[in-house]
């Protein structure tokens, strides 16, 4: 049984949020049957804004992602803030008076204490209280021996829940409808279940398949119906809030929520085929009530500012509808910090503690080991006060049998952090190879695809991690329910050189570990046909592994050839039957996808790390070298995370060698800059970076493989339409001529299928981090004598190409597709940035011009102020002389400084930042009055006169304003400069109807709108009939306004 603890009577503090705006403390002493008001209410001011608030969450949820330069310097300000914020709130509630007093008077009497905080709001319910800090004290107060809960009511907060069971039964919802677009979800199951260990009694973790709401109920009615109902109902999913019609009754909208219809707390479930199926709390919290769950624990929050308030509004439902207590996480939690809190708190419900102890003890291992991963290492992260508790009352589970004796439980779980998972006596063929990192969305899109599609191929480059994913998937399926015993799990590999090669092999090996040794006295029909009964009426998952070998890739040694026709023929008829009629489930992993396999089989490709598990994985394979540390702090280290784009095996080769290199070094390796390290096995493909290249390499013809060697010199992305710009350049080298945006596509369309890139759409395909260098090894050993020019030649034409595509990059911004175009600049900033550097290095001063423009949209855009500064610097420096003066404006050098130092005063313009715009004008307009007069020399003189306006608008300096505006406007009209012109109208219009001129005001709003319509310029049209709608409303010209504003909608 649970140990027998002699408990102390609690001491409470009621802290009731009232709905009229007022707070008011009751104190409730141990032993008195009621509480009592402190003081008369006093008005609630929450001292946190906004702008605090989403602080806050920044630092919980995104902070250690890129803790570097000025994220770095936010993050520590933040968490420098949380005492101050802290105490703010505490004053908030309790402040000098009565209430501070009895709380006081509560912590001297020695005894424990709780603050309970009451609220009919989820608003009100979801603020940070955990925050609070008695001033002077220097922690808060749930760190400090006060356990802090959140309650409806006052009624029955007294009141305690015993709930049955000698062993804790957890069913987990794991349900993620968004499939892979969910980014940022992480699994809370699987390092739970690696830590359930720990705790001192058993913990049967069953996860929910399908998790519908439908399956929920029945799980949970069959559970209880057999004498072993689930205590704990564990929701990792979402939650959103949704709109449903106001309802009366158990299942509607009650006055513990809002009043009549509005947004609802609502959690994401699935439907039985896939897709989202949103259910109002009130409907989950009747199926928990129907099975008598005493406990749920939510991470069902929302990343966004209504999270916390989703949380709330959907644990407040559950306890109205009987739920005893509810553990909600307040805030998007790391799954290992949830892991570690879930398994302390557990430890302490078999402890015989309630449930209000086992939440702060959960919370002080999150203190203990407080340490989180990050790009630059483990940094701390105070995310102990995620994990929030909802009551009705006390809640305990007197009935939990211990299996051993209690001990330390930060040591099991340090231990446990540090073992490598699996194990040799868990399976051996599903025993890792290290420890597994990750791959949540890829877990959770495998789960999903074979239980309905049942056969599934993972498909991905060498050394994406496919076999050690289906391994881990393996172990998941066996320790959560997903086969009917864990004996069937089988792994098989079609590597070659095996003897169990083709169907009958692996028919044949599936038999005689099921069935036992009579399986071999049938003969081949008879084995394939008991083989598919047994996956037709039982629950395996059969993994196979290397299976590209089996036709797409056979062994070029023809140790084991491929498969015959016929063969190919049987294996597909019987895959093609299991994904058909099946319970059980295949999981094939291949470099290819395996397309000869027909269409009803299941493709899943298998990219990189997302960059939370890639931080996670360098900080495992960095551990062991302390003397990395120092190359991990430098800028170069996330560019060679960059680099190496979540690639496991580049990963695990890579990252160890900064124990005696810099990540520079290692970056321009990877570019074929530099030779990269040799492998200390290079001849096995599974773990070495050239022979896993070489394997797929080999695999294309001469021709391809001499052209495909253009590829050393990009960066992440490849795109067939710019490779054909670039074999139609007259410099290009022979090697590379006159191939077509057609044969380019071919071309990576094979190496894709060998899985030396990965097609992305559009003609864009992301190459294999180690790719370049293979191929720059390759070009040199085709061409030693020449490589250098042909190098050279190809670079530059390669600049070229990229300047081509983005002139219609900046053609598509300013009047076409600007969403595609800004899609096409994401994916290709690296490869721009390459080109752009290149550009300058080699004085290509018009090809750096075109480049910039699109970058510079998308920086804009994308409020990468940053980055653009960087940039600005580095092409004045390139440009300008050593003196620092601006070059001749004449030339191209001199055309690229002048439009990148005009970005840069427009971005200080647009910041505020009026002095510095002001400043980086007059430097422009200087330079430009040094230069002889011309057309080009005039409108730029034009455009400074007319920016100057708008820095002297922003002061609020109108008259100064319309001089310079009217300077400009002189010019462009003596140059024809149509489009100048109608700019410059329409800021006059405005100044005039700033002052009043309403008249005057729509004159020069005409005079612009007859310009723009004649040019076609619809975004122009659209503002200046906006305008014109203001002005003629201002004028009491209702049905006018009306009219223009509806031309304006239009557009």
């Not at 690296?830 to 080109?835: E, I, S």
Request: charged letters at 20%; proline letters at 6%; a negative charge.
């Amino acid at each position: 049984m649970a140990e027998q603890r002699v408990e102390q009577p609690v001491e409470r503090l009621l802290v009731d949020l009232r709905d009229d705006g007022l707070v008011q403390v009751s104190s409730w002493p141990a032993g008195e049957r009621l509480p009592r008001p402190v003081g008369d209410p006093v008005p609630l001011v929450w001292p946190l804004p906004d702008e605090e608030l989403v602080d806050l969450r920044w630092y919980l949820e995104r902070y250690l992602r890129l803790p570097t330069a000025v994220y770095g310097e936010r993050g520590e300000r933040v968490a420098a803030e949380l005492p101050r914020w802290g105490e703010a709130i505490f004053s908030s509630v309790f402040g000098d008076g009565p209430a501070r007093e009895a709380y006081t008077a509560a912590r001297a009497r020695g005894g424990p204490v709780e603050i309970t905080l009451l609220s009919k709001s989820p608003e009100q319910l979801g603020r940070p209280w955990e925050l609070m800090a008695a001033p002077g004290r220097g922690v808060p107060v749930a760190l400090d021996g006060v356990a802090l809960t959140r309650s409806l009511q006052s009624g029955g907060m007294a009141e305690v829940f015993d709930a049955p069971g000698t062993r804790l039964r957890v069913l987990m919802v794991i349900s993620r409808p968004g499939g892979t677009d969910d980014v940022g979800y992480q699994m809370i199951a699987r390092p739970l279940l690696r830590r359930l260990e720990a705790v001192r009694g058993k913990v049967e973790l069953v996860v929910l398949r399908p998790p519908t709401l439908k399956r929920l109920r029945e799980v949970l009615a069959d559970a209880r119906a057999a004498g072993e109902p689930f205590q704990v109902v564990h929701f990792d999913g979402h939650g959103v809030f949704g709109m449903t019609p106001a309802a009366s009754g158990p299942g509607g909208w009650g006055t513990h929520m809002y009043a009549g219809p509005g947004p609802q707390g609502m959690l994401a479930f699935e439907k039985p085929g896939g897709g989202s199926d949103l259910v109002e709390a009130g409907r989950v919290a009747q199926v928990l009530a129907e099975a008598k769950v005493p406990l749920v624990v939510l991470n069902a929050c929302q990343s966004a500012q209504v999270g916390a308030q989703v949380e709330a509004s959907v644990a407040t439902r559950l306890l109205a509808e009987g739920c005893a207590s509810v553990v909600a996480m307040a805030y998007s939690v790391y799954a290992v910090a949830a892991a570690e809190f879930m398994t302390a708190f557990y430890e302490r419900l078999f402890a015989g503690e309630p449930v209000t102890d086992a939440v702060r003890a959960g919370r002080a291992q999150l203190v203990l080991n407080a340490l989180r991963p990050s790009l630059k290492g483990m940094l701390p992260l105070a995310d102990w006060m995620i994990p929030v508790l909802y009551t009705r009352g006390e809640t305990r589970f007197p009935e939990l049998r211990s299996a051993r004796e209690s001990g330390d439980i930060g040591a099991i779980l340090t231990r446990i952090r540090e073992a490598s998972e699996g194990g040799a006596d868990r399976g051996r063929d599903l025993e890792p190879v290290g420890e597994f990192v990750g791959r949540d969305a890829d877990f959770y899109t495998l789960d999903v695809a074979a239980r309905l599609q049942h056969v599934v191929v993972v498909h991905g480059p060498g050394g994406t991690g496919k076999s050690e994913l289906a391994k881990a998937f393996g172990r998941w399926w066996r320790d959560t329910g997903g086969v009917e015993q864990p004996e069937l799990v089988l792994w098989h590999s079609f590597e070659p050189g095996v003897a169990s090669f083709g169907l009958d092999g692996v028919v044949t090996s599936i038999g005689l570990r099921v069935f036992g040794p009579d399986f071999a006295v049938l003969d081949t029909e008879q084995r394939q046909s008991a083989v598919e009964e047994l996956l037709a009426e039982h629950r395996l998952l059969l993994l196979w592994d290397n299976f590209e070998s089996v036709r797409e890739m056979p062994d070029p040694g023809r140790a084991t050839p491929p498969l015959s026709a016929s063969e190919q023929d049987r294996m597909r008829a019987f895959l093609a039957r299991v994904a058909a009629r099946s319970k059980s489930a295949i999981v094939i992993t291949s470099r290819t996808p395996e397309a000869w396999l027909g269409a009803a089989i299941r493709r899943v490709p298998l990219a990189g790390l997302t960059r939370d598990d890639a931080t996670a994985y360098a900080e495992q394979l960095l551990a062991p070298y302390p003397d990395a540390h120092r190359h991990r702090q430098s800028p170069a280290f996330a560019d060679l995370m960059d680099w190496l784009d979540g690639h496991p095996l580049s990963m695990k080769l890579t990252l160890p060698r900064l124990s005696t290199t810099t990540a520079r070094h290692l970056l321009d390796a990877l570019q074929g800059l530099t030779a990269l390290p040799d492998d200390d096995d290079a001849d096995d493909r599974h773990t070495s970076l050239a022979a896993s290249i070489a394997y797929s390499f080999q695999h294309l013809s001469a021709d391809d493989q001499q052209s495909l060697t253009i590829l050393s010199l990009f960066h992440d992305i490849a795109d067939a339409d710019v490779l054909g710009i670039f074999s139609g350049i007259e410099e290009v080298p022979e090697r590379f001529r006159g191939r077509s945006v057609a044969q380019w596509t071919g071309l990576l369309g094979r190496a894709a299928r060998l899985g030396l890139v990965t097609p992305l759409g559009g003609g864009m395909f992301r190459l294999h981090p180690a790719l370049p260098a293979h191929l720059t090894t390759h070009w040199i050993t085709l061409t030693p004598d020449t490589h250098t020019e042909e190098h050279t030649a190809a670079l530059r034409a390669l600049v070229s190409a990229f300047a081509a595509f983005s002139v219609w990059l900046k053609r598509q911004i300013s009047g076409g597709d600007a969403q595609l175009a800004f899609a096409l600049v994401a994916y290709q900033q690296r490869m721009l940035g390459a080109m752009l550097g290149h550009a300058l290095t080699s004085h290509q001063w018009e090809e750096a011009g075109a480049i910039i423009r699109p970058l510079n949209d998308y920086w804009d855009a994308q409020g990468l102020t940053q980055e653009a500064q960087s940039w600005t610097d580095r092409i004045r420096t390139a440009t300008e002389p050593p003196d620092g003066t601006p070059p001749d404006l004449n030339t191209p050098a001199g055309s690229l400084w002048m439009f990148v130092t005009g970005a840069q005063a427009n971005r200080q313009h647009a910041a505020g930042q009026l002095d510095r715009a002001e400043t980086t004008y007059q430097t422009i307009l200087r330079a430009l009055l040094q230069q002889k007069s011309s057309p080009y020399q005039r409108a730029s003189i034009a455009f400074i006169y007319h920016q100057f306006g708008m820095v002297a608008q922003a002061r609020g300096r109108l008259e100064e304003a319309e001089d310079w505006y009217r300077q400009s406007l002189t010019i462009e009209e003596d140059l024809g400069n149509r489009p100048g012109m109608a700019i410059t109208y329409h800021q006059l219009g405005w100044l005039a109807q700033a002052r009043g001129r309403l008249e005057e005001a729509e004159d020069w709003y005409r005079q612009s709108l007859t310009i723009s319509e004649d040019l076609g310029n619809r975004p122009h049209m659209a503002s200046t009939y906006h305008q014109l709608g203001i002005t003629a409303q201002a004028r009491g010209r209702l049905e006018q306004a009306e009219d223009w504003y509806r031309q304006s909608l239009t557009i």
